[in-house]
């Protein structure tokens, strides 16, 4: 069993603020475990980052609205992202995590608890390669209710699952830019083809997990040029978030202000940012629906 380190102690506020309405689109709570255990089969067990946690971090970091990713260290018991969503006066939404067995009725009663999508991980370190016959499985059970597909998965399965990628009915949301890798530069394969998917397909990519991908630490500037890169590509189709708070990194826990301090180097553009940060997750999550 793995035990990551806890998130950073005290995140700085930052310089830029966040328009109103401006939605971190990618946070995990996990626990507490003494209300919501954690999956006994999970790889690592994190630090209890309950929602009030979560709560607060925002307050600091100025953002109204948030979209909670089910983690895989809780699996498929969604009751942590369920019950924090509940408390949120409409301001969180949820991607779940599920299986084969769901039936109609409990894919009902998460759409009525804020879930919009679900998430399929398959980084390398954390499970084996994709196995997208399931995904569509999945995925049919669930086309009646407006959501989404989010797909974790590595820079050179993009490229090896190109054709499988193109086949769902759904929307497609790539976490972390595919884990792209900086070192390979602007003109990769892997990232070159996440831009063609974003100009010719209902596809949609979260510009996230800075401290992960640079190669150079903080400020992590040489990330700064892939997320303008997917910005400018189509920038009704970019999300934003945090990661807080950052499973399965081991070193280097992110300053979530510093962080939000990349945004204005992503889209120095206000009306940019306000795609970015409000009306691109509002329409995703619908948030505009309240």
């Known amino acids: 069993m793995k ?3 806890p998130p950073h102690p005290s995140p700085s506020k930052p310089l830029f603020t966040p328009p109103p309405g401006a939605c971190d689109a990618h946070v995990h709570v996990f626990g507490p475990s003494d209300l919501f255990p954690y999956h006994p089969g999970t790889t690592y067990k994190p630090v209890d980052a309950p929602k009030e946690n979560l709560r607060a971090l925002h307050g600091l970091l100025g953002f109204d609205r948030s979209v909670i990713v089910q983690a895989t260290c809780h699996g498929t018991e969604n009751a942590a992202t369920l019950d924090a969503i509940a408390t949120s006066n409409g301001r969180w939404r949820g991607v779940a995590i599920v299986d084969e067995d769901f039936s109609e009725r409990d894919f009902e009663t998460l759409h009525e608890g804020g879930i919009r999508g679900i998430r399929f991980s398959f980084a390398r370190h954390l ?5 997208f016959d399931r995904v569509h499985r999945i995925a049919e059970k669930i086309e009646g209710l407006g959501w989404h597909l989010v797909i974790y998965i590595e820079a050179e399965d ?5 054709a499988d990628l193109r086949k769902f009915k759904l929307p497609i949301v790539f976490d972390h830019m595919v884990r792209v890798k900086v070192v390979d530069g602007l003109h990769s394969e892997p990232f070159k083809l996440l831009l063609d998917f974003m100009r010719n397909e209902d596809v949609w990519v979260k510009i996230s997990c800075a401290e992960r991908l640079s190669q150079s630490g903080a400020p992590y500037d040489d990330v700064v040029p892939f997320a303008q890169a997917v910005i400018e590509t189509n920038p009704e189709r970019a999300l934003w978030g945090t990661d807080w708070p950052h499973p399965n990194l081991w070193e280097g826990m992110p300053d979530d202000g510093n962080l939000v ?9 206000p ?7 409000v009306d691109n997750p509002a329409s995703l999550y619908g948030f505009e629906d309240q």
Request: hydrophobic residues 30%.
């Open 158 to 162: 993009i490229v090896e699952f190109n």
């Open 127 to 131: 499970s084996g390669p994709p196995n």
């Open 261 to 269: 301090d990349l945004i204005p180097k992503y889209a120095p553009d």
């Open 3 to 5: 035990y990551p380190p």
């Open 271 to 277: 009306d940019i940012q306000k795609k970015l940060l």
